[in-house]
């Protein structure tokens, strides 16, 4: 990320639908639902999966938080470090 995307793009590309929903409530743990979520954003953003979780955006990291319902979105930091590659579980 070259700059915290807009209030657009992150509607536009971390929105979660339905399906969205269901992968992430397919892993355990708030880190993880969050990580994946935030992952799931980037990827369609980007083209591509962060090797490194902890350089997401504050905006995309809240904004996924927030519709996860997750109080503590600086839960990604854990979920950053327990993951070499970052995007490891969705391999």
């Known amino acids: 990320f070259a700059d915290e995307p ?3 793009q992150l509607v536009r590309y971390f929105d ?3 399906a969205d929903r269901a992968f992430v409530a ?7 639902r969050l990580g994946v979520a935030v992952q799931l954003g980037s990827v ?9 979780l902890a350089t997401a955006p504050a905006s995309a990291v809240g904004y ?4 996860l319902g997750l109080n503590d979105p600086d839960a ?3 979920y950053a470090g327990s993951f070499a590659g970052g995007g490891g579980i969705l391999r």
Do not use: M, P
Not at 26 to 32: A, F, I, K, L, V
Not at 64 to 67: G, R, V
């Open 76 to 78: 990604i930091f854990a």
């Open 26 to 32: 397919e892993h355990r743990g708030d880190r993880n």
């Open 6 to 8: 807009s209030s657009d």
């Open 44 to 52: 369609r953003l980007l083209g591509v999966f962060l090797e490194d």
């Open 16 to 18: 979660l639908d339905d």
């Open 64 to 67: 996924a938080a927030e519709q």
